[in-house]
């Protein structure tokens, strides 16, 4: 600090030491971050003292959501990488390292059967999960959750194509509690809406929309909310689940080309308790339509009346 007349000049050194700060100076400053902030920002590695108080249990909540940075901008291919897995790996089981058990609300994307499990036997506390676009999460890990997660309400494995009716019927031999279940699947339509994901995964949605439908209508019959968009199930699927589910308040079938305007008629009278019905009703852009692949969906509307394939 100089004097210069009357005037007083103070000089900021630009080699301040910020690792000097102390411990309640710095839990003040990550507070004000969000977990997903503080892993994106890379403040958690400035060095060891700010590491150390990254992992202060006062600056954890109950959730860790990462889904709004998902849904922030269009998918990348990048996304789909083993590297991009292995990072979302990373996060995911340092968090539940740190404070599984205080976890309630996980939403994350493109991790691996081996984090699930690892979130599995730590995270007994669980009530809402989602990991949309997990193409390697399979039976083994999700049996884990049935059985580590008892406690689950909230289930979204939309976009999953390695989990099998299996999976959904452990889930709801386990999880009593269960009464959302998102299985929404990509179009397969029009993989145009999906840019950046790879074909081949594309090309690989679930065929057994009517196996799914008998293990949620047979061993989840206490679901109220219920999105199946874009399966493949048939009339035969769907008569399963509005006979095994009888108290849904929510069922979204868009998409799914397999039934008819009869079919919702029929869903609609045995659904009580049915408030919203998402019909399959969706509409084919021009620029993907071709008349070879496509036309004989127009007698299909003709006879059936659904307008599903209007252009």
């Known amino acids: 600090m100089e004097m210069e007349g009357n ?38 590695f400035v060095c060891k003292s700010w590491f150390d108080a990254s992992k202060d249990p006062c600056l954890f909540s109950s959730v860790f959501d990462l889904e709004s940075l998902f849904e922030s901008g269009a998918e990348l291919p990048l996304w789909w990488s083993p590297s991009f897995e292995t990072k979302i790996d990373s996060m995911l089981r340092s968090v539940v390292d740190w404070v599984g058990e205080s976890l309630k609300v996980i939403r994350v994307r493109h991790c691996s059967d081996q984090a699930l499990a690892f979130l599995a036997e730590r995270c007994p506390n669980l009530e809402v999960l989602s990991i949309k676009s997990c193409p390697n999460v399979k039976v083994t890990s999700i049996a884990k959750i049935a059985s580590g997660c008892p406690m689950l309400s909230d289930l979204d494995i939309s976009y999953c194509y390695e989990v099998s009716h299996e999976s959904l019927e452990l889930i709801g031999r386990k999880c009593p509690n269960l009464k959302t279940l998102r299985r929404n699947l990509m179009n397969w339509l029009d993989p145009s809406q999906h840019v950046g994901v790879p074909n081949e995964y594309l090309n690989a949605c679930p065929q057994n929309g009517n196996e799914e439908a008998a293990a949620i209508s047979k061993f989840m019959p206490q679901l109220k909310h219920l999105e199946l968009r874009f399966s493949k199930l048939s009339t035969r699927g769907l008569v399963m689940l509005s006979e095994g589910c009888v108290n ?9 080309a397999n039934l008819t305007s009869r079919d919702m008629e029929t869903a609609f009278t045995n659904l009580k308790y049915l408030k919203k019905l998402v019909k399959p009703n969706f509409y084919i852009p021009r620029s993907v339509f071709h008349t070879e692949r496509y036309g004989h969906w127009n007698l299909y509307d003709e006879r059936f009346q659904t307008n599903v394939f209007q252009i």
């Open 248 to 256: 849904l308040e929510y069922l979204d079938l868009f998409g799914c």
């Open 7 to 44: 005037e007083e000049i103070v000089e900021f050194r630009g080699n301040s030491d910020w690792a000097e700060l102390t411990h309640e100076c710095l839990i003040n400053i990550l507070s004000r971050l969000s977990l997903e902030d503080r892993w994106k920002g890379g403040s958690m």
